[in-house]
């Protein structure tokens, strides 16, 4: 961690402090090592900040600070303070100063370009935020209601209008707010406002954050932590209660960030820093309220699917499958009936959706096209495999291949699934092992596992599927999944542990209970868009 201070630039390196320091002359008018503004590190690793005197870096490489343009290179003329703003993907510094303006320094050629305030806007007591939802620098003045944007892209000023009263403009890095006393009204950009109405709270308002679900979080002077649903209109507020351990510290907020791990962590002034887990620790049991659709209590779930329209699909064990429609709050149960388009089997697998929109319910005894429109089940027939019309084999899951055919992978075996005519139709059995999960490559190739003959690896050759190797061989397998962000690496959920295989050398890492993994027996796994597994 950096830290900038009136005594040069700090680093922390989890249990140590050390200082970085400019060395002054005997006659210096200003102190070299205050650090004014923000510290910026570009894409070498090297750390920025400014000052009255200058611009300086720290090179990782030599562990010491440098100067790269000097403010005062004849010890002369009026002391003026340079803030450092940010740094933008050009890799330039933006600094302001009261009376010159915008200046722009690149840390690449060291030219420093200035882009003077124009005459209108009054050049004491702003403050400088910049806007990432744009490529701008905004300027913002409370006290004279002139607000001024700046394009890095154009070098242009733009002088804002604002509705009578809105005297200041906060920016937290993904929206823009008006802010007016009490009042809030927040904004994409700056365009029209993005909530139909403004949020109107108690106590002067100081910071404003915005969290992944879309809540508004707000620091006052003296009134707490609010929180705005948009969804719901409506405010809660945090504050502090000498009665309970874990209340807010103390009713005096200011700075607000938001950590990886979803932490929402709050500066107060006189109670020390917050830390409020916006990730809701609490399982909710569905139904929400007691006695609704009484007969759910007893049902062991097997999958769940989620559909275009945000309805839940769950599979059961004893009770066929389930649909529920959160915006009406129905749900319809699905199980077999006397009627021979009903649904054959209680126990359902898997429930999918192919790129077409058809829906299949995967179960004990075979697959079945579900059209929910004409309420009908369509079973497909398995051949050989079938007694007197109806599927003798269980279905666990189904894969959508490049070639728009469907993997089936059932207890005999994995089947091909194709469309003749317009109407899917099994058309043969693919491989004849029991597999437990199974993944395409971009190649059109196969990896899956199995319960006790290891990792297969079947190749496409000549419309068919060929083994061409075989690992881990007597290690019970249960799913696979392909790295997001390295195809060659995929990743065994086993009963020995997480196995981590690079497709192409052949080597691999097993994490188990020594790596901190509480069980070795894994089902399955999932990766996030910041390649977290869970």
């Known amino acids: 961690m950096w830290f900038g201070t009136s005594n040069g630039l700090n680093r922390y390196d989890g249990e140590n402090i050390k200082v970085f320091k400019i060395k002054s002359l005997p006659l210096e008018k200003a102190n070299i090592n205050f650090i004014r503004g923000n510290l910026c590190e570009d894409k ?15 090179d990782p ?27 933008d993907e050009n890799e330039n510094l933006w600094l302001s100063h009261p009376s010159v303006g915008l200046l722009s320094f690149s840390t690449n050629t060291q030219k420093l370009l200035e882009f003077p305030f124009p005459d209108i806007f009054s050049k004491t007591d702003f ?106 209109n409506r405010t809660e507020l945090y504050h502090h209660e000498a009665s309970k351990l874990k209340s807010l510290p103390f009713d005096i907020t200011d700075p607000l960030f938001l950590d990886n791990a979803n932490n929402l962590w709050i500066g107060t002034d006189g109670g020390g820093v917050a830390r409020l887990d916006l990730k809701s620790s609490r399982f909710e049991i569905f139904p929400l ?40 709050e129905t749900l319809k149960n699905f199980s077999p009936q006397e ?18 929109g058809t829906m299949f319910i995967a179960h004990s005894k075979g697959l079945s096209v579900f059209n929910e429109e004409k309420n009908k089940f369509t079973n497909l027939s398995f051949g050989l495999y079938s007694n007197q019309g109806f599927p003798t084999v269980e279905v666990f899951k189904l894969l959508q291949l490049q070639s728009d055919d469907i993997l089936v992978i059932t207890s005999m075996g994995v089947f091909i699934l194709r469309k003749m005519k ?10 004849d092992i ?19 003959l290891g990792l297969n690896y079947y190749t496409y050759k000549e419309g068919e599927y060929v083994e061409d190797g075989k690992f881990f061989v007597g290690i019970n397998l249960r799913s696979i999944h392909i790295d ?51």
């Open 422 to 431: 317009g109407v899917y139709e099994v058309y043969k059995r693919e491989i």
């Open 484 to 534: 997001k962000q390295s195809p060659e690496i995929i990743w065994i959920c086993s009963g020995a542990g997480l196995i981590r295989f690079n497709t192409i050398s052949h080597e691999y890492k097993l994490y188990n209970h020594e790596n901190g993994i509480p069980d070795n027996y894994l089902y399955g796994i999932l990766e996030d868009d910041n390649h977290n597994f869970g």
């Open 61 to 87: 490489l030599k562990e010491d600070v440098s100067k790269a343009f000097d403010f005062m290179p004849d010890n002369s003329g009026t002391i003026a303070y340079y803030s450092l703003v940010c740094l």
């Open 339 to 356: 009627d021979k388009n009903s649904l054959p089997a209680n126990k359902v697998n898997f429930i999918f959706r192919d790129v077409q």
């Open 434 to 452: 029991n597999v437990t999960d199974i993944v395409e490559t971009t190649e059109g190739n196969l990896w899956m596992t199995t319960r006790a």
């Open 127 to 232: 403050d400088v935020d910049p806007d990432h939802i744009g490529n701008s620098v905004l300027f913002y003045m409370p006290q004279e209601k002139n607000n001024l944007k700046f394009d890095v892209t154009t070098h242009a000023y733009q002088l804002l209008s604002t509705e009578p009263g809105n005297a200041e403009i906060i920016s937290d890095g993904k929206y823009l707010y008006n802010v007016n006393d009490q009042e809030i009204t927040p904004h994409d950009s700056l365009g029209p406002p993005r909530l139909s109405q403004s949020i109107k709270i108690k106590g002067k308002i100081r910071s404003i954050l915005s969290d992944q679900f879309e809540r508004i979080w707000i620091t006052t002077l003296s009134d707490g932590l609010y929180c705005y649903y948009p969804m719901q």
């Open 44 to 58: 070498k690793g090297r750390i920025w900040y400014a000052n009255e005197t200058g611009i300086y870096f720290f």
């Open 289 to 328: 309220n007691q006695g609704d659709y009484p007969f759910l209590k007893d049902y062991f779930i097997r999958c769940l699917f989620e559909d275009e329209e945000g309805r839940v699909w769950f599979g059961t064990q004893h009770n066929g499958f389930c649909i529920y429609n959160p915006k009406d």
